[in-house]
């Protein structure tokens, strides 16, 4: 598990892990700070796709792509993880 943010990555980082849970289907999994801060990331992303119209609003292109290099950097660095609590 990568212990470095991407260097596309641009943000505020936690300073510590936490478990966290998927809210559909109760899988828990604990991710170190890096792991916490994608995930977070990744959670703000699709609510501000969803508020700005969706993925089929081509506003939301730059969003989307965002959300995408997280979620591969998620498949490659945990994948349980990716597969417990964003699949």
Known sequence: MSKQLPKWFEGEQFSEGATVTNPYSGATCELNAVELTLYARILNLQRQ???KGGVFNPATAK??????KCLG???NNNVEAYFDLLD
């Open 63 to 68: 969003l989307q792509s965002q959300m995408s």
């Open 49 to 51: 796709i969803d508020n």
């Open 73 to 75: 950097w998620f498949r």
